[in-house]
């Protein structure tokens, strides 16, 4: 993450929010940052603070779960689609470098 993250990434908002932002309980928002499906930042105190990002994520992983889509499912898809950016975050990043070593320039 940047040093000066967006709106959508700044973690401010506490559990009691997001559980009136999602309808979800707090116990329910606990249990899929339990299963590594949300990750919030703690506060000096040890509040949770969530982002609107994880808001959308929680809204997402609650569709699913009407859906019947198991945590762990939910889980995996969420894996892969990381593997996938990295690669093509990776790929871009050679692109450039040979690129820059070639002299080549884009239009």
Known sequence: MTDN???KERKVITIGVVSE???LTE???RYYEERKLIFPERSPKGNRKYSFGD???LLD???KREEGVQTHEIRQD???Q????ERKNRKELLRGEINARFGIQKD
Not at 82 to 85: F, G, L, N, V
């Open 55 to 57: 808001v959308e994520q």
């Open 78 to 80: 969420m894996l892969k």
């Open 27 to 29: 116990r329910q928002i």
């Open 82 to 85: 990381q593997r996938k950016e």
């Open 21 to 23: 932002l999602t309808g």
């Open 5 to 7: 993250p967006s709106y």
């Open 61 to 63: 992983i609650a569709n």
